[in-house]
């Protein structure tokens, strides 16, 4: 899963990243990777998948992981070459989500660039440069496209014609996911990657010992159908550098329950719609999935290997819970909780899955 971050300068994007990665690499105990500078894959902890890990004796243990891209802050009219903002959105178009933070604290010491603290001002500050970014990428592409399409090819024609209304759309100061893309051309959006049609996580950066996102950014996101979580960014990065036991005893004092990670990580989860499923032998590695809800045991399969999806012949489900107070498969299998699937099964939050395939 790959995320990148947008904001005004000085929102805190880069104090929540570092928030992030530092968590990450304290509470998975392996440093993340730094890609660049300003992309940090940050394992995701699961004490489920821990539980499970040690009830089998597993080692390693593999979390799933979330790519964060940190991304200089944008600026009215970045469209325009105001600032450094727009030349990175380049960076975050191949992401599949978009965390957005909103400044939402209003500490004098940091300075605003409008000089003023108004989060739903600089969400559509942000969202219209979003707007522009697409809208220049849809017309470059519409140029190629259209060319193409005179050969009378059905999926670029739809795709001229699916470009023609983003256009619109985008003028009209719309999203591009506002206008599905057409049956006959489905790589449409794929080819465009609008950041416009990207599901947005808002995150609030409110002040130390606030908790709530604060009500304009709530309704706002709700209205589109985005999350938002609230974060104290400045907090949770210098809270991310304590060791884990120090932090949480900061974290009581300071009433935050949840650390920025935590939060934000949940928020992804639920704005993707994705759960996890794991994968762990006795003595062997243990390992976390992440798919979609919905997601078949044939599909799933194919997330660990494509030659065990291409055998499969069914598969051996346990849920995380079941599985650890049983003490283990043999235990989980007499008291009847480990089921035999079939590819059509429905994966569930939890579920310990072999597969049984011919290679
Ligand atoms: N009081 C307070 N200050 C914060 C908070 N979050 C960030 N800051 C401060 O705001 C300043 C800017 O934070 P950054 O995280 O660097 O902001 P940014 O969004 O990465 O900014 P650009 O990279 O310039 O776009 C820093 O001095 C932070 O310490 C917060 O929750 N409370
Ligand atoms: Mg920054």
């Not at 346990?318 to 049983?326: A, H, M, P, Y």
Request: charged fraction near 25%; hydrophobic fraction near 40%; aromatic fraction near 6%.
């Amino acid at each position: 899963m790959r995320i990148g971050i947008v904001g005004l300068p000085n929102a805190g994007k880069s104090s929540l990243f570092n928030a992030l990665t530092n968590a990450a690499a304290e509470a998975a105990n392996y440093p993340f990777t730094t890609v660049e500078p300003n992309v940090a894959v940050v394992p995701i902890r699961d004490e489920r998948l821990v539980a499970v890990a040690e009830t089998l004796g597993s080692d390693p243990i593999t979390f799933e992981t979330i790519a964060f891209h940190d991304i200089a802050g944008l600026v009215r009219g970045a469209h325009k070459g105001e600032g450094l903002g727009n030349q990175f959105l380049a960076n975050i178009r191949e992401t599949d989500a978009i965390v957005h933070v909103v400044r939402a604290h209003d500490d004098p010491q940091v300075v605003h660039p409008d000089g003023r603290v108004d989060p739903l001002a600089d969400i559509e500050t942000i969202e219209t440069e979003l707007v522009f970014a697409d809208l220049e990428q849809a017309e470059r592409r519409l140029e190629r496209v259209g060319r193409q399409a005179r050969s009378g090819d059905k999926a670029l024609v739809g795709e001229a014609d699916w470009l023609r209304r983003v256009i619109e759309a985008l003028q009209a100061g719309r999203p591009a996911r506002s206008v599905p893309p057409p049956e006959e051309a489905p790589d449409s959006l794929r080819n465009l990657q609008p950041l416009t049609a990207k599901p947005v996580l808002y995150v609030a950066n409110v002040g130390e010992g606030e908790t709530e996102v604060p009500e304009p950014i709530r309704t706002h996101a709700a209205a589109e159908g985005a999350k938002a979580v609230a974060v104290s960014a400045r907090l949770e990065s210098e809270l991310s550098e304590l060791d884990p036991e120090e932090a949480a005893m900061m974290r009581e004092e300071m009433g935050a329950p949840e650390s920025g990670l935590a939060a934000v990580v949940r928020g992804a989860f639920e704005l993707l719609h994705l759960i996890q499923f794991f994968t762990a032998g006795e003595g062997k590695e243990a390992r976390a999935y992440a798919i979609e809800r919905g997601t078949t045991a044939w599909e799933a399969a194919g997330e660990i290997h494509t030659d065990i999806q291409r055998g499969f012949v069914r598969a051996e489900v346990v849920s995380w819970s079941d599985l650890v107070e049983s003490g283990g498969y043999a235990g989980a299998r007499e008291r009847g909780l480990l089921r035999l699937e079939g590819r059509d099964y429905e994966m569930r939050d939890g579920d310990v899955m072999t597969v049984k395939f011919t290679p």
